[in-house]
């Protein structure tokens, strides 16, 4: 499955990730912005490669 992504720290993956997850999918969670960033969120962040998740 590819990677749940949560905007910030604050709501987790919430619903979009519970569902997966109650199903018996792998959840990988990508935080783009990191508690430390919240007010300042013009973090980078680098995405991993869509390979990894089988989109090619």
Known sequence: MPPVVAHDHMPGVGHVG????????????LLV?????????????A???AANYGLN
């Open 18 to 29: 519970e569902r997966p997850a109650e199903r018996g999918c792998r959840l990988d969670e």
């Open 33 to 45: 912005v990191p508690a430390a960033r919240y007010t300042t969120p013009d973090a980078e962040v």
């Open 47 to 49: 995405f991993p490669p």
